[in-house]
């Protein structure tokens, strides 16, 4: 065996994750996704969800295909609509983002704390999204910091899910998406382009 070969052959049974696993990985999120819409849309107090598909974005490793074994998490984010919410986006201390609801969106406002919309209240709103789920009822759902870890005893992955809202576009086209910081409050997640 020449040196390509073995560095081929040891990529492949080493590092790159079994496309099977990875389709299986796919189809589980899809399915996640697709009833955390269900869900948020089948009661008129739940928050909204940002309108049409831009409400998930897919993050992490396994979303730019750079994961390798074990393929143990998939890193997923749930956007929400800000119903017309300012921020403090200019704010030196990126992780000290506070949002602030506008009376008007009144499902959005149960969910302030001390300094506006409370991240760790989202959380759990999130939470009881997922155990809403029937076939998740009995699976582990943990908040850790900025996400929920919800392992399922189906699978071999887990997911780390983050609530988060989008910005609308500045003048040069980017925006950003607001995460929660761990601490009840939110930070801004890099920035992207409008394509």
């Known amino acids: ?79 929400f609509s800000a119903m017309g919410s300012s921020a403090n986006l200019e704010t030196d201390q990126w992780n000290q983002v506070f949002i602030n609801v506008p009376d008007s969106a009144s499902n959005l406002k149960q969910m302030d704390g001390d300094h506006g919309l409370s991240s760790i209240k989202v959380l759990n709103y999130l939470k009881r999204l997922l155990n809403g789920i029937s076939q998740y009822q009995s699976a582990d759902i943990k908040r850790s910091q900025q996400a929920l870890r919800l392992e399922l005893s189906s699978y071999e992955w887990g997911f780390d899910i983050v609530p988060g809202f989008r910005t609308i576009d500045d003048d040069k086209g980017n925006y950003y998406y607001i995460i929660p910081n761990g601490e009840g409050a939110w930070e801004k997640n890099g920035s992207a382009n409008r394509p």
């Open 1 to 79: 065996m020449n040196t390509n070969s073995w560095f081929e052959n040891y990529v492949s049974e080493n590092i790159n994750i079994d496309s099977g696993k990875s389709i299986g990985a796919r189809k589980s999120r899809d399915w996640l996704t697709s009833n955390i819409k269900k869900l948020s849309q089948s009661n008129e107090e739940n928050i909204q969800l940002y309108p049409g598909s831009e409400f998930t974005l897919k993050m992490g490793s396994f979303a730019r295909k750079t994961q390798i074994r074990p393929l143990d998490d998939v890193d997923q984010m749930i956007i």
